[in-house]
């Protein structure tokens, strides 16, 4: 849990996508237990309700949203009630994502490649399109996308994905640069090999598959959500106020 080191959450609104599981859900569930109100934002609403059922169970206040992060009127839509709900919105965590059905470059099919970068890349412009304006009256605010490891190297079948997660990046160094001097701090973390249900699905769900995906990492295994979310809540605290179109590799040394 993420001591008070960090600062005040207590009232500030944190809107998560991607939240019904893995990486999302345990951010939204990190913001929860510093006292932030919490946006739970997602395409599942089965996931949706399971995440704010645990919010509560701590003790928090969340509201729930149906939204499909590639469609413009979904995204504005989701935080046109942030704002009716909570009046305000302060740390945004642009998280949903999917992967890519292994394939060559040249097989890739034009379907699967709009289908990864509408998700992957043009879901992380459309939040932070309607967010800033929403920072921009607060006075200011944090933004966090999620990258991945693939974002800073090649990976071999997986070009869509590994195409939009660098383009995570630079257009996080690129909104940094645009929002930096109006107390807006936009930066991006690239996660390994983390035990979601997105690497099931990778690894095939199999003890062969998750060891070989464990081979790969220094450290001798994948890393937790819980991981993750600790950082994203650390990016959006007082503690990295200094820290401004970073990309914050989380990987176990998979990358280095």
């Known amino acids: 849990m993420i001591t008070n080191e960090n600062g005040n959450y207590t009232g500030k609104v944190a809107f998560v996508t991607g939240a019904a599981n893995g990486i999302g859900r345990a951010t939204a569930l990190a913001f929860a237990r510093e ?63 999917v992967e890519q059905k292994n394939a060559a470059t040249a097989e890739i099919e034009e379907e699967e490649w709009d289908r990864i970068v509408d998700t992957d890349l043009r879901s992380v412009f459309l939040c932070m399109k309607y967010e800033i304006p929403l920072l921009l009256k607060q006075g200011g605010g944090a933004i ?72 790969e990492e220094p450290i001798g295994r994948m890393g937790q959500p819980e991981e993750i979310a600790n950082a994203v809540v650390w990016l959006c605290s007082d503690a990295s106020s200094f820290v401004v179109g970073h990309t914050l590799v989380i990987d176990g040394g998979q990358t280095v």
């Open 35 to 97: 006292g932030a109100n919490v946006v739970v934002a997602d395409i599942s609403e089965q996931g949706n309700q399971e995440t704010a059922r645990m919010i509560e169970e701590l003790g928090g206040r969340v509201l729930t949203v149906t939204c499909d992060v590639a469609q413009a009127k979904d995204v504005k839509a989701a935080l046109d009630k942030t704002i009716k709900t909570f009046g305000r919105l302060d740390f945004a965590f642009n998280n949903a994502g």
């Open 144 to 215: 966090v996308n999620t990258s991945s490891g693939a974002g800073v190297i090649g990976i071999k079948g997986g070009a869509a994905y590994t195409a939009a997660k660098h383009g995570v990046i630079g257009l996080t160094k690129s909104a940094a640069l645009d929002y930096a001097s109006q107390n807006i701090r936009v930066n991006a973390v690239a996660p390994g090999y983390i035990d979601t249900s997105m690497m099931d699905r990778f690894t095939g769900g199999t003890p062969e598959g998750r060891q070989k995906v464990v081979s």
